[in-house]
């Protein structure tokens, strides 16, 4: 039980205390006017004509806080309150996202390491409820080593993501200043708590992962 605690729910409690940073910075900053009067979309057009990138299209989406960059398809995607929003926030996120396109233009090793590992990625958590249950069910030692082989996948997945997602920060913020979209000071700060608060989900979906690939390890040591 006490294993359980410590490599399952602790991890996951983590997991939510980080989302409820994210909209809790989120939703404070939001509400903050930039002073450059840009939304998220215009931010982001001008940051990625300044990277000289023109083959990005920037699109609306309706999921809220869906925002993300599409590799494959060169696409910005923009949730409502960050594409036609002037507010600190959307500033920030608008330009973590330019952040990732930045990074496919010029090659970024660990975001060419993450798009490789997608595919793999998306297999193994296909089909790892079935493999892993099948495995304990059958007492078929091989099918649950093929389960844990998928949570190391997973876990090397979380791992690739931290450089990505930190450097796409780090870019952000120097963007934002160099370019003045946003000022020093209060904009600053609160440009900097959203990003980093939107950085402790991807560190707490790593823990997760990492406890659970090592819960199952000796639970399938203690079955066999």
Not at 100 to 105: D, F, V, W
């Amino acid at each position: 039980m006490m294993t359980w605690i410590i490599l399952i729910a602790v991890p996951m409690l983590i997991g939510l205390w980080a989302q409820s940073k994210v909209s809790s910075a989120f939703k404070r900053w939001s509400q903050v006017r930039a002073g450059s009067n840009l939304t998220g979309a215009e931010a982001a057009q001008r940051i990625l004509a300044a990277a000289g990138i023109n083959n990005v299209e920037i699109v609306a989406i309706r999921d809220a806080l869906g925002d993300h960059y599409d590799p494959t398809h060169n696409r910005l995607c923009l949730s409502p309150e960050v594409y036609g929003t002037p507010s600190v926030a959307a500033l920030g996120i608008a330009a973590h996202e330019c952040g990732h396109a930045i990074q496919h233009a010029k090659s970024y090793a660990p975001l060419k390491w993450r798009m490789m590992a997608v595919p793999a990625t998306q297999f193994a958590s296909q089909i790892l409820p079935v493999i892993f249950i099948a495995g304990l069910f059958f007492h078929a030692f091989h099918l649950v080593m093929v389960a844990i082989a998928c949570f190391l996948v997973l876990v090397v997945f979380n791992l690739i993501t931290l450089p990505v997602e930190f450097d796409a920060s780090r870019r952000a913020k120097v963007i934002l200043q160099q370019m003045g979209m946003i000022r020093q000071g209060e904009e600053a700060s609160g440009v900097n708590e959203v990003l980093d608060a939107a950085a402790l989900t991807y560190v707490a979906a790593f823990v997760a992962a990492l406890g659970q690939l090592i819960f199952f390890i000796l639970q399938a040591t203690r079955s066999r």
